[in-house]
């Protein structure tokens, strides 16, 4: 398949990596020259120097035989008008555009065929609404959902003295008192596919499947806290934060804003006046001390700046902030970032990414193409949904005789409206929905890959 993409900021050059080694052709457009050239001599594709909304820039780069177009350009105004000249030229073609302007919310929607918008991401939304979820759950880490929300696969740390330290994994279930799955854990860095006799030790972060109304009993049963988020400071006063404050104040939480960018708190103000907006340095203790952090339920770091987002949520860990929720806009050092308490750690850009690659993939196989995929383990596995239709193999057979590849996990199937996380007597049919985990070594475009 033969994919455009438009801008080689931080979001282009992660799909450039990803989809390029996934073996798409890819050609780059970037008005940066010396960008390109990184990228090319990094990665196997071509390159094109140019505005990416120019019609003659789209036609060096191939876009009346491209399947696809991707425009992750600085500018809403860009992408958008790079998507309509791109459909001009090619009206077969599939158009992706990152748009991140609130103000253009509406008519992104009710002019999504005007501009020949096969997909819009916004990734400070995605961001915000799964911030809102992290805190309807303040016990996990991160939360995956699967099958129309039924199924979630949640992330937990192992601590010093929680009742599964120490704990071989076919014991958890006396524990937890319901059914769950450890699909993966995460030690030292390096993504494990633990069998039943996988001993658990402090620090491995663990990622367990379970269905939606059992998440509760899972965090009571393991003696996790599971208070109310009532109270929620959000250091940051950009994009993330106004769409996760208008979330919160609509679900009955007291939020909180510190912003150092007077005219931003001005605007912050009026577009959300039941927020309490502080202009200050939210990197100043003295500032933090006397704005409550210690009475708050949970710490949101959303500044632009990773290091900042850091050093606050650790000052909030410090003082004793059940739930931080920490963005990172870049996640490479990944064994730096664990070693620091930093609660839950989340990328827009890698959300952003996932979302177009489940895109990429479902385009690439439509039938049978998988529902959803997502980057778990930090981004050492992904878990995979998919639907079985009349191609898939091994319909009706117990999951016992069935022969799958290494290092892949069958972690749920759905028949109908009832969800079971599977032994080796389960089935799947025709229209039940299979959700897998693998470590990534293969890509899984189809359910037939997963089988011997």
Known sequence: MKIIIAGDGKIGATLTRQLSQEGYDITLIDS???VLEASEERYDIMSVQGNCASMDVLEQAGVREAELLIAVAGDDEVNLLCCMTAHGINSKIHTIARIRNPEYTKQIYEMREIFALS?????EKQTAVEIDRLLKYPGFLKRDTFVKGRVEIVELQVVEGMKICDMALSEISNIAKCKILVCAVLRNGKVVTPGGNFILEAGDRIFVTATAKNLTILLKNLGIITHKIKKVMICGGGRVSFYLAEQLINSGITVKIIENDYDRCILLSKLLPDANIIFGDATNEFLLDSEGISECDALVTTTGVDEMNMIISLYGKSCGVLKVITK?????????????????TISPKQLCCNTIVRYVRALKNQEGGAVSVHSIADGQAEAIEFIVDDNTINCDRPLREIHVKKNILIVCITHGFKTEIPNGDSVFRKGDIVVVVTNGEKIIYQLNDIFE
């Not at 997909?119 to 990734?123: C, K």
């Not at 870049?330 to 064994?335: G, I, K």
């Open 119 to 123: 997909l819009s991401i916004n990734p």
């Open 328 to 344: 990172l806009g870049r996640l490479e050092n990944n064994n730096i970032i664990n070693n620091l308490s930093l609660g839950s």
């Open 32 to 34: 940066n020259n010396k």
